[in-house]
């Protein structure tokens, strides 16, 4: 990851200037091309941040699978990626365990936030799409358990550790809903700042640095 970022800085800055700014519809298929290393980097932080959790906490990991998604042989279901860890000893150490990956989605959505909202906001328009696609999939992975029941799901887990079951889950799940939605309005001005605000007179734009940086994975 670090290596890609590393790469990605340094094409931008190597790009040409007075370079034309690239149109809405060839940032559409950049954003495209942008999704699978996205999807890995949002597994990664997923399922490294259940792992780091459990670190943190004394416990020991078993196993941390990133890619390529497939069957979890001890779920015996296919999943995206999976950690197993052994050693969590009280509901604490579980608690965060499960919620660790929600925490590191709303943290990063929050420094997202703050380039959104402020003049820290990339004039590079690929550089605001880059930071808007992965503020996206940071989204999903926050919100996608408002409409999971599996007994697996962490929130499921989360809700039993807390003796949140049945019709007692309803005033959790309406919070995290809104919760979900204030971040989901925060990505919605990001696409807005992308695609809504021309690019400013005179300013370069690189190319799509992240579709080379795939290479650097």
Do not use: C
């Not at 149109?23 to 990664?44: D, E, F, H, I």
Request: glycine content about 10%; aromatic content about 10%; overall charge positive.
């Amino acid at each position: 990851m670090i290596r890609a970022v590393a790469v990605a800085g340094l094409l931008l800055a190597a790009a040409p200037p007075g370079q034309a700014a690239p149109s809405n519809q060839r940032l559409v298929l950049t954003g495209l091309a942008m999704a699978p290393p996205t999807y890995l980097l949002g597994v990664s932080l997923h399922e490294g941040s259940h792992a780091l959790a459990a670190l943190l906490v004394g416990a020991e990991v078993d196993a941390l699978h990133v890619f390529p998604p497939g069957r979890d042989p001890r779920a015996n279901a296919f999943r995206f990626g999976w950690t197993y860890v052994r050693g969590l000893r009280t509901s604490g150490d579980k608690i965060a365990f499960y919620l660790a990956p929600k925490i590191a989605d709303a943290a990063l959505l929050g420094g997202f936030a703050a380039l959104v909202f402020t003049r820290a906001w990339p004039t590079n328009r690929y550089g605001e799409l880059a930071l808007t696609v992965f503020a996206t999939g940071l989204w999903v992975d926050f919100s996608k358990d408002l409409v999971i029941f599996a007994a697996r799901n962490d929130v499921v887990k989360l809700f039993g550790l807390w003796d949140l079951t049945g019709g007692r889950q309803l005033p959790a799940r309406l919070l995290y809903a809104v919760a979900a939605a204030g971040l989901g309005w925060i990505v919605v001005r990001g696409y807005q700042q992308t695609f809504d605000r021309p690019p400013a007179a005179g300013l370069s734009d690189a190319p799509p640095a992240l579709a080379l940086v795939q290479l650097a994975f």
